[in-house]
C-alpha cells in the first residue's frame, strides 16, 4: 500500500523525529551550488566515531581497481558490538564522499530505532563515488562498477550482506538519489535485484539544459536513458520510498516521480537541501529500509 506523508504542522499524526545536529556533517549543504567539501583525512586503518549509544560510524581506505585509485568506506552501525549483519548502500551527493554520505545524524537515528524496536538490527554502507559522477561510467572512472563488482567482496570480507556481500537495498541523497536508482536497475539486469530504494532530495533535474551544467553526461541522449523520471520501470519490483522538502530545488523532479511513480512511500513537506531536513526524515528512511530486510 502506497503511504503518503506530508511533514510538519500540516501532517497531523505523522510525527517525524528532529534529531541533534552534529558537527561536521553538513557538506551537502553547498553541494549543488558547486562548493567542495574539505578532503578527509586518508586513513588506512577502521576508525570509530560516535559514542557506542549513539551509534558508530567506522571509516576505512581501500583501493578501488573500478575507479583506479584509493577511496573510503564509512559503515554506519547501530553499536560498536554490531556484526553479521544486513547491507543498505548509501550513495553520497555532489561533491560529497563517503563521511558525509548520510547529510545527518544517521548512525544515531539507526541506533535509536533498533533500541526502540522499530527495526531489526543492519547497516549501511557508505563509499567514495567521485565529485560529479552521478554514479555512471566516466572516462577512467567507473563508481556504478565498483558498486557492482567490488562492494560485495569488500562487504563479505567484513562479515557484512551475508555471504555474497551483497546488499539488499540502496539509498541515497540528492545525486546520491539519482545513483540509486540506477544501481537498482543495473541489479535488476543481473536479475539480482534490491529490494527497496530510499531516495532523499533526490536530483531528478527536468530539463537538459539544467543538467548539461554539471557536466555529468556526454550529452542529452545518456542522460536520458539513465534519468529515472524517464525510465520508471526499470528497477523492478523494489519498493520505494522519497523525501523531499517544498523548497528544494529537485522538488519539481520528485513531484512529477510521485505522480507518475507512486511510490510506496512519498513523503514531502517545508524544507529545503540541508542537514535539517536530512535529520528529520532520516528516522523514517531507517524505518522504511528496515521494513525490507532479508
Request: with cysteine.
Amino acid at each position: 500500500m502506497r503511504r503518503t506523508v506530508l511533514m510538519g504542522a500540516a501532517a497531523g499524526a505523522a510525527a517525524t523525529v528532529t534529531l541533534g545536529v552534529t558537527a561536521g556533517s553538513g557538506a551537502l549543504r553547498n553541494a549543488e551550488k558547486g562548493v567542495k567539501p574539505p578532503a578527509p583525512a586518508p586513513s588506512s586503518t577502521p576508525a570509530l566515531a560516535s559514542a557506542p549509544s549513539r551509534g558508530v560510524m567506522r571509516v576505512e581506505q581501500v583501493r578501488s581497481a573500478y575507479r583506479r585509485q584509493s577511496v573510503e568506506i564509512a559503515t554506519f552501525l547501530p553499536s560498536n558490538t554490531s556484526k553479521d549483519l544486513p547491507v543498505c548502500l548509501l550513495l553520497h551527493g555532489r561533491f560529497g564522499n563517503a563521511r558525509s554520505a548520510p547529510g545527518g545524524d544517521l548512525a544515531g537515528a539507526l541506533a535509536s530505532a533498533v533500541a526502540k524496536g522499530h527495526v531489526k538490527p543492519f547497516a549501511f554502507v557508505a563509499v567514495d563515488g567521485g565529485a560529479n559522477t552521478y554514479w555512471h561510467q566516466q572516462q577512467n572512472d567507473n563508481p556504478m562498477a565498483m558498486l557492482l563488482e567490488e562492494i560485495p567482496t569488500w562487504l563479505a570480507e567484513r562479515g557484512l550482506g551475508g555471504p555474497d556481500g551483497k546488499p539488499f537495498a540502496v539509498s541515497g541523497i540528492s545525486m546520491g538519489g539519482f545513483g540509486a536508482f540506477l544501481y537498482a536497475r543495473r541489479r535488476q539486469e543481473r536479475r539480482d535485484p534490491v529490494s527497496a530504494i530510499a531516495a532523499i532530495s533526490p536530483a531528478l533535474i527536468t530539463s537538459w539544459g539544467e543538467m548539461s551544467k554539471r557536466k555529468a553526461f556526454r550529452d542529452q541522449a545518456e542522460w536520458a536513458s539513465m534519468d529515472p523520471l524517464r525510465n520508471l520501470d526499470k528497477h523492478g519490483g523494489a519498493k520505494v520510498g522519497m523525501w523531499c522538502g517544498t523548497e528544494d530545488s529537485f522538488i519539481t523532479g520528485v513531484r512529477q516521480y510521485i505522480q507518475r511513480a507512486r511510490p510506496v512511500v512519498a513523503a514531502t513537506g517545508p524544507g529545503g537541501h540541508n542537514q535539517v531536513f536530512y535529520n528529520r526524515v532520516l528516522p523514517d528512511v531507517v524505518r522504511f529500509v528496515g521494513r525490507h530486510l532479508p
